[in-house]
């Protein structure tokens, strides 16, 4: 079994930067790309970003580039998100994800585990 947990998360200004968190548990052995996906309220969950196993390759949803970063430790099993110049429509509850296919995917249906997710509020 696979276990993620995330951290980070918090309320923040506009304009602001917060640095989420996700630490992978388990059968680490397994070369897991990882993502980060969001789910603010009466939405459905969105792709934000993700992160092939060696670190080599990242994809962004067009919300998130040029302000997002996604990058992982392999040796922590850990995966991060930075976030900068935060808008009040990034407000959401954030969920990292792994998946054991590789290259660039969007999909909830292609991740195999899930984090409970961390809330992150922007005020306005």
């Known amino acids: 079994q696979v276990q993620l947990v995330e951290s980070g998360g918090g309320l923040v200004q506009a304009g602001g930067s917060l640095r989420l968190s996700c630490v992978v548990s388990?059968?680490?052995?397994?070369?897991?790309?990882m993502g980060w996906f969001r789910q603010a309220p009466g939405k459905e969950r969105e792709f934000v970003a993700t992160?092939?196993?060696?670190?080599?390759?990242?994809y962004y949803a067009d919300s998130a580039k040029g302000r997002f970063t996604i990058s992982r430790d392999n040796a922590k099993n850990t995966v991060y998100l930075q976030m900068n110049s935060l808008k009040p429509e990034d407000t959401a509850v954030y969920y990292c994800?792994?998946?054991?296919?590789?290259?660039?995917?969007?999909?909830?249906?292609?991740?195999?585990?899930w984090g409970q997710g961390t809330q992150v509020t922007v005020s306005s």
């Open positions: 994800a792994a998946r054991w296919s590789s290259g660039d995917a969007r999909a909830v249906y292609d991740y195999n585990y």
């Open positions: 388990g059968r680490t052995s397994r070369s897991f790309a």
């Open positions: 992160i092939t196993y060696s670190g080599g390759s990242t």
